[in-house]
């Protein structure tokens, strides 16, 4: 009966030595844990200030693996050598996408949201805009229903804030936002990116 119960003090004691936050609403701890950011392994770019901590750290912790892989993959990588295209990480727990071309015009109807994986989104030339809102205030306003296939879903609304995503400067979402990427800035024409997705642990 003891072994039972020292499993719960190891799993804790792991946890603090891998600097882990052991609960998603200690903000406090979860605020430290992030600001450090030693999750980023080296990457010489900066988080978006609307990263949603609690939620990233929560993912983080239950699939370090694959996160680590993914900033590995944007660490080191070498954009200006890829094309456009579908590019596999670690099978299909982590792959990454890359598109070019021109900026769209701001609608309300292309807010798209994911049950399956997160997203970084990694602008690698230009400037494009992107809004985010939390999935929970649009789930109401369905433009197109989910599909698994394809794991998104497309939702309407006038809400929702934007900032400009560039080089150097990446953003992290979650399956508890919605967002609307690919949008254009003034004087930008065309837009590279990379979009990594990491598969999503309930």
């Known amino acids: 009966m003891r072994k039972r119960f020292m499993i719960a003090p190891i799993l804790l004691v792991g946890a603090l030595l891998a600097g882990f936050p052991l609960f998603a609403q200690d903000n406090a701890q979860t605020n430290q844990w992030y600001a450090k950011k030693e999750w980023l392994n080296g990457l010489p770019a900066k988080p978006a200030e609307v990263v949603n901590k609690a939620e990233f750290a929560r993912q983080y912790q239950r699939n370090k693996a694959a996160w680590d892989k993914a900033f590995a993959f944007l660490k080191n990588t070498d954009f ?85 995503a560039e080089p150097g400067l990446f953003y992290i979402i979650t399956t508890q936002e919605a967002h609307n990427p690919g949008n254009k800035v003034a004087g930008y024409e065309g837009v590279k990116k990379v979009v990594v997705k990491v598969r999503n642990v309930p």
């Open 80 to 164: 200006t050598r890829l094309r456009p295209g579908k590019y596999p990480i670690d099978d299909e727990n982590v792959y990454a996408t890359i598109s070019e071309g021109p900026a769209r015009e701001i609608s309300n109807s292309k807010w798209e949201a994911h049950l399956n994986y997160n997203d970084i989104h990694f602008v690698v030339k230009g400037k494009e805009k992107i809004g985010i809102i939390p999935v929970g205030q649009v789930k109401n306003s369905v433009a197109q229903a989910y599909s698994a296939d394809k794991d998104i879903a497309f939702y309407t609304t006038d809400k929702g804030t934007f900032y400009e």
